[in-house]
């Protein structure tokens, strides 16, 4: 049983950055993608940012250039690096990874960005 734990939101104001981790447990972490999605209110989820098992990155257009997603196999852990922060980056954030058909979610950590 794959098991996802993010942790990191915080309100922060506008500019600033924050450092989201997820913690993976019950899996070969090494061998899959992980993805960071994010849900605003009354809207749908949406995806931010997809890692390889080989490290190949992939953002959404609305966060190229401010977020950096990252892994790191040894601890079972995938990051993503938020900078330059927005209103409209306000939202919950998840972690995710796909077994087949299967999709694992975590709990969500809230990321409020607002002065």
């Known amino acids: 049983q794959v098991q996802l734990v993010e942790s990191g939101g915080d309100l922060v104001q506008p500019g600033g950055s924050l450092r989201l981790s997820c913690a993976a447990s019950?899996?070969?972490?090494?061998?899959?993608?992980m993805g960071w999605f994010r849900q605003a209110p009354g809207k749908q989820r949406e995806l931010v940012a997809t890692i390889t098992s080989g490290g190949t990155t992939n953002y959404a257009d609305s966060v190229k250039g401010r977020f950096i997603i990252s892994r790191d196999n040894a601890k079972k852990t995938v990051y993503l690096q938020m900078n330059s922060l927005k209103p409209e980056d306000t939202a919950v954030y998840y972690c995710n990874t796909r077994r087949g058909n299967v999709d694992y979610w975590g709990q969500g950590t809230q990321v409020t960005v607002s002065s």
């Open positions: 019950g899996t070969i972490f090494s061998l899959y993608a």
